[in-house]
């Protein structure tokens, strides 16, 4: 496809963009049934909530340590290519999380579908900036929510009914047809002209080490200090040579260049406030549900629905407004709505009602929603558009570095006190709601992103 072709022709427009979503389906539902089932793999494998919430973390890990590693190559190979790839990439490790007889073997799988889905998440928000024209990227990135918002309305209780009705293991063959789908469709995705470069090798495992020994710190901090302290001064060593590495080359591996984009650098940060935000809620609330509460999978199921359910009614919404008004004050009231939601849950009894849980949950849900389409626009149209696949491996590691951090979270608040872990995980979810908040302030008074159209 020609450089300077603003979207794709119709009909070719459509069947993209259906295979889009079929890439972002498998990512979505994988994530959040894996979540669900965290409390009944844990009791399956009797292991520790801490040691179960590796099921998630290894597979984020390995998300956000190639997420760039594979932004770069679909320049250099081609998106068609490597969207395929990905796909049978990531079947096979949901194949094997079939199959796993064990917590390590389950972990092993999880890191394959790590790989598979960095290679996918990589390349959907370049996609993104290539299928539609350029007047039509908000309402784009509303699809892509509506799609995000139906699939996380069906995977609660998708996974509560597999759960219910069968062994866990089979919540990771739902993705085995949708992939084959995928893979069908491929053949509409836009041939985009490739950028011969060398691998740029140095960036790649200095990435891999920063968010590596991240995330790992964080897990380990209270149950082993001394290691969890050097994995995260490795971490911070790290991403500082990353930095350095990175601002003396033109088109570096991890666009440290486009940071220097004030609107750019602040969606990214509230990106990533909110994802820790969500992450820490969708991780410890079903540990809340099942070992506080006392529900069974099926109730947390329903009352988990309730927040993609608002993100599927505010995201049309959000994209309408986002023509309107400033980006920093959609996602300003967002982070806003999404705290109040959070703060809601927190306060609530034990004794309360299941329909006031679900309530909390939709306040937050709606909040999430709202604050999503706007800060993504502005993440996708404050870079250069032959800058599209970097600014789109950034907004995905924006957002996958909110999930990394959001679970560590969790795994270190049920390191602290196993009992009262999960309310602990909520209570951060809080604080990174308000912290987002405080940024879109920030953005809104000094009208940083006034120049994204």
């Known amino acids: 496809m020609d450089s300077k072709h603003d979207g794709l022709p119709k009909p070719q427009l459509y069947w993209a963009v259906f295979c889009l979503f079929s890439v972002i389906a498998v990512c979505v539902i994988d994530g959040i049934i894996t979540n669900i089932g965290l409390p009944t793999i844990q009791r399956d494998f009797g292991v520790t909530q801490q040691e179960s919430i590796w099921v998630v973390n290894a597979y984020n890990i390995v998300l956000i340590s190639a997420l760039f590693t594979f932004s770069s190559l679909a320049d250099r190979f081609g998106f068609k290519r490597l969207l395929r790839v990905g796909l049978v990439v990531f079947g096979i490790g949901a194949f ?14 999880r890191i394959i579908q790590g790989f598979g889905a960095a290679m996918l998440m990589s390349l959907t928000g370049g996609l993104l900036r290539n299928i539609y024209p350029k007047e039509r990227v908000a309402m784009g990135i509303a699809f892509n929510g509506m799609v995000i918002g139906a699939c996380a309305l069906i995977a609660p209780s998708l996974g509560a009914f597999i759960i219910g009705i069968s062994d866990w293991h089979w919540i990771y063959g739902f993705s085995i047809p949708i992939i084959i789908l995928g893979l069908l469709l491929s053949r509409f995705i836009p041939r985009l002209p490739r950028v011969k470069k060398a691998i740029d090798y ?17 897990d380990i901090i209270y149950s082993n200090t001394l290691l969890g302290v050097i994995l995260l001064v490795v971490s911070l060593a790290s991403v500082i040579t990353l930095y350095k590495h990175s601002l003396a080359q033109e088109h570096p591996m991890v666009p440290v ?29 079903p540990f809340y ?19 993609p359910v ?9 994209a309408k407004l986002s023509a309107r008004f400033p980006a920093a004050l959609l996602a300003g009231i967002g982070s806003l709505i999404l705290t109040g939601g959070l703060i809601m849950f927190a306060l609530l009894p034990t004794d309360s009602a299941k329909y006031m849980y679900a309530l909390a949950l939709f306040i937050s849900g709606l909040g999430f929603g709202f604050l999503q389409t706007p800060n993504g626009k502005t993440l996708l149209l404050a870079a250069p558009q032959n800058r599209a696949s970097a600014a789109g491996g950034m907004q995905a590691t924006s957002r996958i570095f909110g999930q990394c951090v959001g679970g560590a979270l969790v795994a270190t608040s049920f390191s602290i006190n196993s009992e009262e872990g999960a309310y602990y995980g909520i209570m951060l979810s809080v604080v990174a709601a308000i912290i987002a908040a405080i940024i879109n302030l920030y953005r809104f008074i000094t009208k940083q992103d006034s120049q994204v159209i």
Not at 202 to 218: M, P, W
Not at 258 to 285: Q, W, Y
Not at 310 to 318: D, K, L, Q, T, V
């Open 289 to 307: 549900f099942e070992h506080v509460l006392g529900y069974d999978t099926k109730t947390v199921g329903l009352i988990f629905s309730s927040w």
């Open 96 to 109: 094997g999380s079939l199959l796993s007889q064990s917590l390590t073997m389950l972990i092993c799988t």
């Open 257 to 285: 260049d486009l940071l220097k984009i004030v609107s750019f650098r602040d969606a990214a940060l509230v990106s990533a406030f909110a994802f820790i935000s969500s992450t820490a809620c969708m991780v410890a609330t």
């Open 202 to 218: 140095k960036s790649a495992l200095l990435n891999a080490i920063t968010f590596g020994s991240l995330v790992a710190g964080l």
């Open 310 to 318: 608002a993100g599927f009614i505010m995201g049309p919404i959000s």
